[in-house]
């Protein structure tokens, strides 16, 4: 062994083309490993019989979600090569032929995912965050902590019409804007800022559960609730269910912040910030006004026509109008939308319907009631709690619409005839408190270099629980009632 | 030649803006002055990029250009660059020139001779691509914390000499310690060190480690001419012959005000990748700055 190490080591120093190209592969090698370590993984499995009670098609499944997760979780190569992997070792595995890929592969939650990020784009174009501003501070900027209190509540209400992304990237310059200068050497100053900053965050977090357009996750539990149960939860039902929770929420999410941030608030600037966004002209801009029908026009059509025309299609019209009337153009929209996702959201819905069609989510669930009968306590509770901390959990390391596309058929299918196991890890999956990774909104508060993962986590976890314990709480009182 | 230097955090990054800057002067080096932004989840990238355009659009600085800022009045104020009251950081613009690299241009010369440069992704990603991109000779980073990975990282997969700032004092009395043997590396750390020194009139002291082996003889006569070279050139140098454990020796005979210059392991890249090798282990064990020349 020895002399080999010698021999390569004498070979290594003395041929300078094997220097590279080793350390290409190195390199390539320390940068693609997960990938290494899922495809061995893979195989691996692929060798072993096929469990008892399972098809082969549905293990099959279940080892492309194994290597799914691995490969998102760590990224070691693009998302859409994640997508189109996907795709291709469901036909070679035999999981389903070609055609039935490929029709899985599109739906109207795909097509929500699509028109969604489109429309947040349109709609960040036209700088509405200065005329937010004005109306935020004219009725909440008689003192500080109102003016907070507002910056999350609005925030909350416009993020859950039209999304987590859309409406952290409006408002993040506001929150920016009347901290800007503090010195956050000081415990008071760092307070003010992270007070500042959590309370827009947790304004879009929180608000994203309460309608089905706040967020992919919740089109994608709406549509496999009405593919594999025949169940219809439609804009209202969904509200009915959701916005209770969101306001409570809310309220929690205020005194975890003032006491996680205790602060006198004595700098920030609302005054000068007022003074500055007077000087702009916003009254004669009708591109706010054009902005402003035309998102009203979506959500009042996402409430009436949602049954009829789909939430996927709303979603398109409203991109496809800021482009028809020239307030965006397709260059912007091509350049700011992340088509990688919505390959990636595509694909793994489609593996979803498959776990789903080859009982592989019956399975699972099988092997889990098993287990649960040898608990002596309430199976329900058990297996809700198990299911929404599961859930609540793994869309924290996995992203929330990744991880309902691929648990919620097993979500379902724990209690297909009770809705309030599919709605619980739609809603759970959107508490997105205790990882950077977890969410954009928690993606760009912590890309501000303002925020560490170590404090995102520690007031996280205060929050997690807390709306666990608020989403329990709701279902076994109060959607009971519904 | 061109030299890179990765800074981090404001508070961390003042020693390394500072030695980095002696070595560029000596040098004479064209200068990038490199951030690297936190890494943005695939998932979010569009995402954070449509925000930090908000934010330009509102006057609100993307996070690391405040970074870039202090850097530019830390040169300023250190007389690196010439004070021009025209010239303010505030006239920056952002130029976005590939994809996750962007360039403040300063307006005025500033910009010839010294980039400030904004990335984002994965640290030893985006240093290797700007090595690869601008042909970057030596590149600096702070050593603190618990980077020890990372630096393992950057000397295996850099394409340039790589020194690790650690420990630095601009109030320190540095001498430069230089580990001799019969490597290539070994050839361009005594090339650099000559320049530095002869640059800050810094003494230089001359080791080299026997190992009982075949080869100790060949490293008397090394030591021997490079102590010659050095003496030649007019620079202040003493030579000493250390025995026993090379990793041991070296981090036992340099003390908190040495700078050790070595040179990179020849051994084949497999083994340094699984076993490490010296040159990395000495860098790690330091507790002063160290620079490994490639």
Same mark, same amino acid.
């Given at each position: 062994m020895l002399s080999f190490l010698n021999l390569l080591n004498k070979f290594g120093a003395m041929n300078e083309s094997y220097k590279i190209i080793s350390s290409s592969i190195l390199y390539w090698f320390s940068q693609k490993k997960w990938f290494v370590f899922s495809v061995i993984l893979a195989i691996f499995l692929l060798n072993l019989s096929t469990p008892i009670g399972l098809t082969v098609a549905g293990y099959h499944s279940l080892i492309i979600l194994l290597m799914v997760f691995t490969l998102v979780t760590f990224e070691p190569i693009p998302f859409p090569a994640i997508a189109l992997l996907t795709l291709v070792l469901q036909v070679l595995l035999g999981v389903a032929p070609p055609d039935v890929v490929a029709e899985s592969f599109m739906n109207d939650a795909v097509l929500f995912v699509m028109g969604s990020l489109m429309f947040a784009i349109a709609i960040v174009h036209q700088g509405l965050d200065i005329r937010l501003a004005k109306i935020i501070i004219g009725i909440f900027g008689r003192s500080k902590r109102l003016f907070l209190g507002g910056l999350m509540t609005i925030s909350a209400i416009l993020s859950s019409f039209l999304g987590e992304h859309t409406i952290i990237a409006i408002m993040l310059p506001i929150g920016l804007s009347v901290i800007k200068n503090i010195d956050t050497k000081q415990t008071d100053g760092r307070n003010a800022v992270l007070l500042t900053l959590f309370s827009v965050a947790y304004g879009t977090i929180i608000g994203s559960i309460g309608t089905p357009s706040g967020g992919a996750r919740n089109v994608i539990m709406i549509n496999y609730l009405q593919e594999f149960s025949s169940i219809n939860i439609d804009y209202w039902e969904w509200m009915k269910h959701a916005y209770p929770i969101l306001i409570v929420q809310l309220v929690v999410a205020y005194f975890v912040l003032q006491f996680a941030f205790p602060t006198t608030l004595k700098n920030i600037q609302i005054k000068g910030y007022k003074k500055k966004i007077a000087k702009s002209n916003t009254r004669d801009n009708i591109n706010h006004l054009f902005s402003s029908i035309i998102i009203l026009l979506i959500v009042i059509s996402w409430f009436l026509?949602?049954?009829?025309?789909?939430?996927?299609?709303? =979603?398109?019209?409203?991109? *496809?109008? +800021?482009? @028809?009337?020239?307030?965006?153009?397709?260059?912007?929209?091509?350049?700011?939308?992340?088509?990688?996702?919505?390959?990636?959201? =595509?694909?793994?819905?489609? *593996?979803? +319907?498959? @776990?789903n069609e080859t009982g592989a989510s019956s399975w699972l669930v099988t092997k889990f009631n098993v287990l649960l009968a040898l608990m002596p306590e309430s199976s329900f509770d058990i297996s809700w709690s198990f299911m929404a901390i599961l859930t609540g959990l793994t869309a924290n390391f996995f992203t929330s619409s990744a991880t309902i596309s691929l648990l919620g058929p097993m979500a379902i299918e724990l209690q297909p005839s009770d809705v309030s196991f599919a709605l619980s890890a739609a809603i759970a999956s959107g508490f997105s408190f205790l990882t950077v990774i977890s969410s954009p909104t928690a993606m760009i508060l912590y890309s501000t270099g303002l925020v560490s993962t170590k404090t995102f986590f520690k007031v996280g976890l205060l929050m997690f629980t807390s709306s666990i314990a608020i989403l329990y709480l709701m279902s076994k009182f109060y959607w009971v009632t519904l | 030649?061109?030299?890179?230097?990765?800074?981090?955090?404001?508070?961390?990054?003042?020693?390394?803006?500072?030695?980095?800057m002696k070595i560029a002067n000596a040098f004479e080096a064209t200068t990038t002055i490199a951030y690297v932004g936190k890494k943005i989840s695939q998932f979010s990238e569009k995402d954070v990029s449509v925000v930090h355009q908000n934010l330009d659009n509102r006057e609100l600085y993307r996070p690391g250009v405040r970074t870039l800022e202090w850097a530019y009045d830390f040169l300023e104020s250190k007389k690196y660059i010439k004070k021009d009251n025209s010239i303010a950081f505030n006239d920056h613009l952002l130029i976005d020139e590939e994809n996750s690299r962007m360039r403040v241009l300063l307006k005025g010369s500033h910009s010839n001779k010294i980039d400030l440069i904004l990335r984002t992704g994965e640290i030893i990603d985006q240093l290797r691509s700007e090595v690869e991109t601008s042909n970057h000779d030596i590149t600096i980073i702070g050593g603190g914390g618990g980077n020890k990975g990372m630096h393992h990282k950057l000397v295996q997969f850099i394409d340039?000499?790589?020194?690790?700032?650690?420990?630095?004092?601009?109030?320190?009395?540095?001498?430069?310690?230089?580990?001799?043997?019969?490597?290539?590396?070994?050839?361009?750390?005594?090339?650099?060190?000559?320049?530095?020194?002869?640059?800050?009139?810094?003494?230089?002291?001359?080791?080299?480690?026997?190992?009982?082996?075949?080869s100790d003889e060949k490293l008397r006569t090394i030591l021997r001419k490079t102590e010659q070279k050095f003496t030649n050139a007019g620079i202040k140098n003493t030579a000493t012959i250390l025995e026993g454990d090379p990793v041991q020796a070296v981090v036992k005979y340099a003390k908190d005000d040495s700078l050790v210059m070595l040179g990179v392991s020849p051994k084949n890249l497999f083994l340094k990748y699984f076993f490490g090798s010296k040159p990395i282990s000495i860098a790690q064990q330091c507790n002063c700055p160290v620079l490994i020349a490639k």
């Open positions: 026509f949602n049954e009829e025309l789909g939430l996927g299609i709303i =979603a398109l019209c409203g991109a *496809l109008i +800021f482009m @028809i009337c020239g307030m965006v153009s397709w260059e912007v929209i091509n350049k700011n939308t992340n088509w990688g996702v919505i390959l990636l959201f =595509a694909a793994t819905i489609s *593996l979803g +319907f498959q @776990i | 030649m061109n030299i890179l230097i990765a800074i981090g955090g404001k508070e961390y990054s003042k020693p390394t803006l500072d030695l980095g340039s000499s790589v020194m690790v700032v650690k420990n630095y004092s601009v109030n320190k009395k540095y001498r430069i310690v230089l580990p001799v043997n019969n490597s290539m590396g070994s050839n361009k750390a005594i090339e650099i060190a000559e320049k530095f020194a002869k640059s800050k009139k810094l003494p230089i002291e001359i080791i080299t480690v026997l190992e009982n082996k075949s």
